[in-house]
C-alpha cells in the first residue's frame, strides 16, 4: 500500500516494446527513456516487464546485496549457450559460481597482477612498435588495434597462449566468433520465442561461432595438459586449484566454460575503455598535456618499470573518468530478494523481476555532478575527490560492477591500461584522422567507438 504505479512508454502486443530499441544501440534507447520518464520505469517485454533504474540514488539502493541480487536473465542467459555457468553467467547461487570464484580470485589479486607486468610490457611494446613502423601518415583503426593489444595481453598473461594479433590484418577468427556471439545472444534476447524459424541461418551461425570459441579453447587446454608448466597463471590456477571450501577442483568443461569466460571478459571492455579515452584525450588537449606531463615527470625517456604503474595518479584518473562517461558495461541487471519497495517507499517491484541498472545514465547524475556531468573531468577522479564524492554519494561510479559479482578483472584492467597509455603518451603526439570526427558508439553487449580513426606520430625516437 502507499506505493504509486512505475511510469514507462506504452507497449504494443506480443513485441511489447522490443520494437522500440534502436537495435544498434539499445542503451540509447534506454538513456531517452531515462530523460522521458525519470530515474524508474517500466518496459514491456515478450516475456514480462522489465524495470530500468537511472539515478545514483536508486542505483545505490539497488547494490544493497541483502535486498538484491545479480540476475541471469537476458542477455545474460543466452550468453549460456555458449559458456553455461562460467564465472560470469552462473546464477551467485549456483556451487559452480562459488567454486569458480574461490579458485579463480587469487589469481588476478594484486601479487599475480605485480607478476604479469613483462609480459603486459611486451604485447604494449609491440603494438608502440607497430605505430612507429606505420608512421604518421597511416591512419591507425584504433578499435581494432587496441583489440589486438588486450587480446594478445589477456591470453598471454592468464594462459601462456599467443595470439600474435598484431602479425595478422585480420583480428584472430576467435575475435569475430565472439563478436558474433556476443551480437546474437543479445538479438536471440529480444527476439520473440515464436519469431525463431525465420532466423535458421543466423542460429545455425550462432552455433559454429559457439563451436569455434570452444575449439580455440580445448587447444589451449590441450597445449598445456601436454606441456605442463610451472607459470602462476589463471590456467594453472584453473588445472590445479582446489577449492579450499569444498576441496573440488573444476571439470575440464567448467575450465573451458572459464577460459572463453576471461577471453571475452578480459579484452572486449578494456580495449573499448582504452580507445573512449584517446577520443577523449584528442577532444580534450588541455587534457592531453597535463597527462602526457605526468608522463613525462613520472618516467621521462627511460623504460617503464612496475614502480611506475602506482605513481600515474592522474593516467589512472583519465581512465575512470572514461568509465565514467563511456561505461564499456553500460548497465547490469539484478532481481529483488522477495518483494521491495524502493525509491522512498515509492515503487514495488516484486520478488525476481528483471530490473536493469543503467550505469550510462546514473554515472551522469546532475544530482552528482551539476552541470559538468556531461564534461570529460578527470580531477574528479583524483582519489581525494572521488572518494569525498562517494561519500556524499555512494555507488555514484560502478563500472565494474556491484559487491561479490563485480570485476575480478579490474585491477588487471587499470595496469594494463595505464601501461600502454603511458607507453603510447611517452612516444606519440596524436590527433583524429578526419578532423569532423563526432563520436558513435558500437553496441555488442559492451560498447564501443565507431570508426575511430587517428594518427599517431613520433615525439622522438622510440623509447
Ligand atoms: C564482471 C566490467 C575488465 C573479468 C564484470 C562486471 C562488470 C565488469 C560491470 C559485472 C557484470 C555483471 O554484474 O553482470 C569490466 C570493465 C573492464 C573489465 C569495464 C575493463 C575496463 C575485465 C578483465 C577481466 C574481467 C580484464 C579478466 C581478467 C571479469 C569476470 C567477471 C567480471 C570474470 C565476473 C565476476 C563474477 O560474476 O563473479 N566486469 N571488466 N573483467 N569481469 Fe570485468
Redesign the pocket.
Known amino acids: 500500500s502507499g506505493t504509486v504505479p512505475i511510469p514507462g512508454p506504452s507497449a504494443w502486443p506480443l513485441f511489447g516494446n522490443v520494437l522500440d530499441f534502436n537495435r544498434d544501440n539499445p542503451t540509447m534507447t534506454m538513456e531517452e527513456w531515462a530523460q522521458k520518464y525519470g530515474e524508474i520505469y517500466r518496459i514491456m517485454l515478450p516475456w514480462g516487464p522489465l524495470y530500468v533504474v537511472s539515478s545514483q540514488a536508486m542505483v545505490n539502493e539497488l547494490c544493497d546485496e541483502s535486498r538484491f541480487r545479480?540476475n541471469i536473465g537476458g542477455g545474460?542467459l543466452e550468453l549460456q549457450n555458449g559458456v553455461h555457468d562460467?564465472?560470469?553467467?552462473?546464477d551467485?547461487n549456483d556451487p559452480q559460481?562459488g567454486l569458480?570464484?574461490r579458485i579463480?580470485?587469487p589469481a588476478?589479486g594484486p601479487t599475480s597482477i605485480n607478476g604479469m607486468f613483462a609480459e603486459m610490457h611486451e604485447i604494449a611494446s609491440q603494438l608502440a612498435l607497430k605505430w612507429a613502423r606505420h608512421g604518421s601518415e597511416t591512419p591507425i583503426m584504433v578499435t581494432d588495434d587496441f583489440t589486438r593489444l588486450?587480446l594478445d595481453t589477456?591470453s598471454l598473461?592468464?594462459m601462456g597462449y599467443r595470439f600474435n594479433s598484431y602479425y595478422h590484418d585480420q583480428l584472430h577468427p576467435f575475435v569475430s566468433a565472439m563478436t558474433g556471439f556476443l551480437i546474437e545472444s543479445g538479438e536471440r534476447f529480444v527476439r520473440p520465442s515464436f519469431m525463431s524459424p525465420f532466423f535458421r541461418s543466423a542460429t545455425k551461425k550462432y552455433f559454429q561461432d559457439i563451436a569455434l570459441l570452444r575449439k580455440v579453447a580445448q587447444d589451449v587446454l590441450d597445449e598445456r595438459k601436454k606441456k605442463p608448466s610451472d607459470r602462476k597463471d589463471?590456467l594453472s590456477a584453473m588445472l590445479n586449484g582446489v577449492d579450499p571450501k569444498t576441496g573440488q577442483k573444476l571439470t575440464d568443461d567448467s575450465i573451458i566454460d572459464?577460459l572463453i569466460?576471461?577471453l571475452i571478459?578480459?579484452?572486449?571492455?578494456?580495449s573499448?575503455?582504452?580507445s573512449f579515452a584517446f577520443y577523449e584525450l584528442i577532444k580534450y588537449p588541455e587534457t592531453m598535456k597535463k597527462a602526457r606531463e605526468e608522463v613525462d615527470m613520472v618516467i621521462g625517456r627511460g623504460p617503464i618499470l612496475l614502480e611506475h604503474m602506482s605513481k600515474l595518479q592522474y593516467i589512472s584518473a583519465v581512465?575512470k573518468e572514461t568509465?565514467r562517461l563511456c561505461?564499456?558495461?553500460p548497465s547490469?541487471?539484478?532481481a529483488p530478494k522477495g518483494d521491495q519497495v524502493i525509491g522512498g517507499g515509492k515503487y514495488l517491484v516484486p520478488d525476481g523481476s528483471d530490473i536493469i541498472l543503467l550505469?550510462s545514465a546514473a554515472h551522469r547524475d546532475p544530482r552528482v555532478h551539476g552541470d559538468t556531468a556531461d564534461k570529460f573531468m578527470p580531477e574528479r577522479m583524483l582519489d581525494e575527490t572521488y572518494k569525498r564524492t562517494n561519500d556524499e554519494y555512494p555507488n555514484f561510479w560502478?563500472?565494474?560492477?556491484?559487491g561479490?559479482?563485480?570485476?575480478?578483472?579490474?585491477g588487471?584492467?587499470?595496469q594494463?591500461?595505464i601501461l600502454i597509455m603511458a607507453m603510447l603518451l611517452q612516444n606519440f603526439d596524436f590527433k583524429l584522422d578526419d578532423e569532423t570526427y563526432e563520436l558513435q558508439y558500437l553496441e555488442t553487449l559492451?560498447v564501443k567507438p565507431k570508426n575511430f580513426w587517428m594518427r599517431a606520430e613520433l615525439r622522438h625516437g622510440l623509447t
Open positions: 545479480k545474460l562460467g564465472i560470469f553467467t552462473a551467485t559460481w569458480a570464484h579463480l580470485t588476478f588486450t589477456i598473461c592468464s589463471l572459464n569466460t576471461f571478459a578480459g579484452h572486449e571492455t578494456t573499448g575503455m582504452l581512465l568509465l561505461p564499456t558495461i547490469v541487471e539484478v550505469y560502478k563500472p565494474f560492477g556491484n561479490q559479482r563485480g570485476c575480478i578483472g579490474r588487471f584492467a587499470m594494463e591500461s559492451t
